[in-house]
């Protein structure tokens, strides 16, 4: 039985049946080792999932919309279970020193990461040297998506070698937001009301839209510093709209099988698994080229838009896709059929690969 320690910083939703699945394989004792609980900027409840899991109850720093996590707690842990392999899914403290304890005793080290080159391009020097210390004495890496590898290979030469490198996607349940239900909303938009998310812009493409088709309506989904301006903007544009604020995860597939359309703007994006479940419902996606899902999940004129954010393109469009059945149709069935490989059991398979990978 190989020993493996998972360690991240908070549980997700959407990654729980994955933990769930390599928690269950034949000679493989798993343990995911959480930072903490839950992060001060959300507010998910949701199940746990049945696999063994620590949690930390590191000190959480929030800098910006950055959270950081420091404590030594890791150390007893590490020590006492004697870890065969250890995965690290970021540079915090416990990270950092879980990578130590693989270099100092010998044991493999697995790199986990769901960034690439866009979504790092401001990394700060110590970033840069954090990446620069623990990728090139990695034994094998796991990615999100292809630009992770990317990322990785920008590092070490040895992220250039398939037999080092697995996906293991962000996924949502298929199966749960698939659904031919009636659409009685145009357009969607689900996420946090932050600068970062472009909430402004938002409204001004479907102010846009307007002028064209009077009757747009859009159903907002979410919370953030922005959200009640947002609204406002919303109220005085008179443009027709519902919004419940912040849904719980097991509530959203009831939500998305009424919209048409995901807009999906954003300043920069490790991936946006909101995309998969867009994409899952059947819904094409517009978003611009800082999203991690633009070529791979989305692709540009196929089952969505990558675009720049402009919003007289963005508006021509969706009100291309908004008059036209036909071609509505196909982008959806497209959509649908994009997102069946990004699912539990392959995001599952692609970590036990890179277990036994350096067995």
């Avoid at 620069?132 to 630009?147: M, Q």
């Avoid at 995860?249 to 807009?263: A, M």
């Amino acid at each position: 039985m190989h020993k493996v320690f998972f360690i991240t910083n908070i549980p997700a939703p959407y990654r729980e049946k994955i933990h769930e699945i390599v928690g269950k394989t034949a000679h493989i004792d798993y343990t995911v080792i959480y930072c903490r609980s839950i992060e001060k900027n959300r507010s998910w409840k949701f199940d746990l999932g049945k696999y063994k899991k620590i949690f930390l109850n590191s000190t959480q720093l929030t800098i910006g919309a950055k959270t950081i996590y420091i404590g030594f707690g890791i150390l007893n842990y590490l020590f006492k279970e004697k870890p065969d392999i250890v995965i690290t899914g970021g540079f915090n403290l416990p990270m950092i020193l879980a990578f130590l304890y693989a270099k100092i005793f010998r044991k493999k080290h697995i790199a986990y990461t769901d960034a690439w080159p866009g979504s790092e391009v401001n990394l700060k020097f110590h970033h840069k040297l954090l990446r620069k210390l623990v990728y090139p004495r990695s034994d094998a890496f796991i990615g999100v998506s292809d630009k992770s590898f990317t990322l990785f290979q920008q590092y070490t030469p040895k992220a250039k070698d398939s037999k080092r490198c697995y996906h293991s996607y962000l996924c949502a349940n298929n199966d749960q937001f698939y659904s031919d239900a009636n659409k009685k909303f145009d357009l969607l938009y689900c996420g946090q009301f932050i600068d970062g998310k472009l909430p402004f812009f938002m409204h001004d493409v479907v102010m846009e839209i307007k002028k064209t088709l009077p009757d747009i309506n859009i159903l907002l989904i979410g919370n953030g510093i922005l959200y009640k301006q947002t609204i406002q903007a919303f109220e005085d544009s008179h443009i027709k709209y519902l919004s419940p604020g912040f849904v719980q995860p097991d509530q959203l597939p009831e939500y998305f099988s009424k919209c048409k359309i995901l807009l999906f703007p954003t300043k920069r994006d490790a991936w946006g698994l909101v995309a998969n479940e867009a994409c899952a419902a059947s819904m094409p996606v517009i978003t611009t080229p800082y999203a991690g899902v633009k070529g791979e999940l989305v692709i540009d004129n196929v089952n969505g838009f990558i675009l720049e954010p402009d919003v007289t393109t963005w508006s021509k469009k969706i009100i291309e896709l908004l008059t036209n059945d036909d071609k509505y149709s196909v982008f959806s069935m497209k959509a649908r059929k994009s997102s069946l490989k990004y699912n539990y059991q392959a995001a599952a398979d692609g970590i036990v690969k890179a277990i036994r990978s350096v067995l």
